[in-house]
């Protein structure tokens, strides 16, 4: 799902994961920077917000920590989708134009960025900056599930594939 919105909210940014029990509900509480989501048989509120901020009637269920910096733009755009992954899934090297965050639903994962590895398990999230190269690898016995957000300058592209060759450092 992509959503386009004017302008970011004021001041430092976070992203906030809620359910509710419908999507009207839903929908009804989001604001231009939010977007409603289904996943894992629950609806979702995933908003970009102040750090604490909570919507009416929805059950907070993850905040990260504040993102790291959104390039500005004339106007932005939120990529969202929900990935399930097994650990055979080989996803290129990339990057965006905005930071990328996830909340996992299941699963466990490891990103390599060119500095250093970042991991989380269900039920937490991770971020990494704009502009970055990153690869993503799906560690652990099992399936890996998970919603992913980009928030970015709408005039340019989320995504873009990379020739960068990662240290393998998920797999120290």
């Known amino acids: 799902m992509q959503k386009k919105f004017p302008s970011l909210p004021s001041g430092p940014l976070v ?6 029990p419908a999507v009207k509900a839903a929908q009804a509480a ?16 995933v908003s970009l917000a102040a750090k604490g901020a909570r919507s009416k009637g929805g059950t907070n ?4 920590e504040l993102l790291p910096p959104i390039p500005p733009g004339p106007s932005y755009e939120i990529v969202v989708a929900e990935a399930d992954l097994g650990p055979e899934a080989n ?11 996830w909340y996992l639903l299941s699963g466990e994962q490891c990103l390599e960025l ?18 970055t190269p990153m690869k993503l690898n799906i560690v652990g016995p099992g399936k890996r599930d998970a919603l992913f957000l980009i928030v970015h300058d709408s ?18």
């Open 15 to 20: 992203w906030r994961f809620e359910n509710f």
């Open 30 to 45: 989001g604001t231009p920077a939010s977007v409603v989501v289904e996943a894992e048989g629950k609806v979702w509120l």
């Open 61 to 64: 269920v993850a905040e990260t």
């Open 91 to 101: 996803v290129m090297t990339h990057k965006h134009s905005g930071p990328e965050t």
């Open 114 to 131: 060119p500095d250093r590895a970042v991991r989380a398990r269900a039920g937490e999230t991770m971020s990494a900056p704009a502009e």
């Open 155 to 172: 005039s340019k592209p989320f995504n873009t594939f990379l020739d960068w060759d990662p240290k393998g450092l998920c797999q120290k």
